[in-house]
């Protein structure tokens, strides 16, 4: 069996309620209307044919839930989303083994309930939080509530980038080109998300806490070397005035807390990259996913270059065992197969 922990789907109640809250509808109109499968089951099914024994866990696409209203309506956005995920793992199960929750980002009390709801009374098998939350990092003491819940439960939390044409280049202007936000943003999102937890003490305070990032960890496993010798010189490049900006209480080298994040395979085929994060991050911290639809061929390229991909990789029958399947029972506590 393949397990697909992050393909991305839009369930029809959301999609529609969101379309009417945000000001952002007339962009998603477009971008769901080229892709279809991110609400028609029936093409969605169709191309999940194609490949013998994979099944998708959900979560929902981007943009995060915050970003679509104020708090008030995000929460009812989170809650509509968490619906509709859970009624299509029920009514589909064999398709679907699993969903992610969706989290109101900017409404703290409402979001900590809905991680309770969420996992205790839908069965959801983890949350999906994105890089930033409307432009705040993730490690301010605010969000840290939710860190500790989550260690609680003893489930994963998807971690995904965001980032939008606003953030420019350059600081002399004023809007990002050519989508560079999104080609060269995102891995940077990740990055710094996972770095800014990292010197947070997340790990150190949570040290079973499983955090799953979109795209293999993003830039960290391929600059290794940067981010090993050169934070063990943390503040050597700090002027004396700013020393404020380094100092941190970590018990460890910085290299050491990168390695305990995890990974999925959505690197679209690509095998370099994908053996790479491999080494960085070990065999039992990769995931397979796809980031299915938002391919050329609008669903079907990414889950087939992916799975070619892994099939492509010089490894043991029970180690690709693993990334298709085992390291997402163990960390979503799936039942085994019979």
């Keep these: 069996m393949k397990i697909d922990i992050f393909p991305h789907i839009f369930p029809k109640p959301f999609h529609e309620k969101m379309l009417q809250s945000s000001e952002r509808a007339g962009f998603m109109q477009k971008r769901v209307r080229e892709i279809p499968v991110m609400v028609d089951l029936d093409l969605r099914f169709r191309i999940m044919d194609q490949h013998p024994g994979y099944v998708q866990v959900l979560t929902l696409a981007s943009p995060p839930i915050e970003s679509f209203g104020d708090p008030k309506t995000s929460s009812e956005l989170a809650r509509i989303a968490n619906d509709g995920m859970a009624e299509l793992v029920a009514k589909y ?12 980002m900017n409404n703290m ?12 009374t839908l069965g959801a098998r983890g949350i999906q939080i994105f890089s930033n939350v409307n432009g705040r990092p993730l490690d301010e003491p605010e969000f840290r509530p939710l860190f500790e819940k989550m260690a609680a439960h003893d489930l994963p939390i998807w971690l995904h980038p965001s980032r939008s044409q606003n953030f420019p280049d350059y600081q002399t202007e004023k809007i990002s080109r050519y989508e560079l936000w999104w080609v060269f943003g995102w891995p940077y999102e990740t990055s710094i998300a996972m770095s800014r937890l990292v010197f947070a003490g997340i790990f150190d ?26 934070l063990d010189q943390l503040g050597s490049r700090t002027s004396d005035a700013d020393q404020a900006l380094v100092t941190h209480n970590l018990k460890r080298r910085p290299l050491d807390y990168f390695r305990m994040f995890y990974g999925d395979t959505a690197l679209f085929g690509a095998l370099a990259p994908l053996e790479c ?4 991050f070990g065999i039992d911290h990769i995931l397979f996913g796809s980031d299915m639809p938002f391919d ?8 087939r270059e992916t799975i070619r991909a892994v099939d492509s990789m ?25």
């Design 277 to 280: 994060g491999l080494a960085f």
């Design 296 to 303: 050329p061929e609008k669903g079907t390229m990414y889950i």
């Design 205 to 230: 305070t949570f040290p079973d806490l499983k955090i799953i990032t979109h795209h293999l960890g993003a830039m960290i496993p391929y600059f290794e070397g940067r981010v090993g010798p050169g």
């Design 93 to 104: 199960p064999d398709r679907f083994p699993a969903f992610v929750a969706s989290l109101p």
């Design 314 to 338: 010089t490894l043991a029958p029970a180690e690709r065992e693993k990334i298709f399947e085992g390291n997402a029972r163990r960390l979503l506590k799936l039942p085994k197969r019979n």
């Design 109 to 120: 009390e409402a979001c900590l309930l809905e991680v309770d709801r969420a996992i205790k």
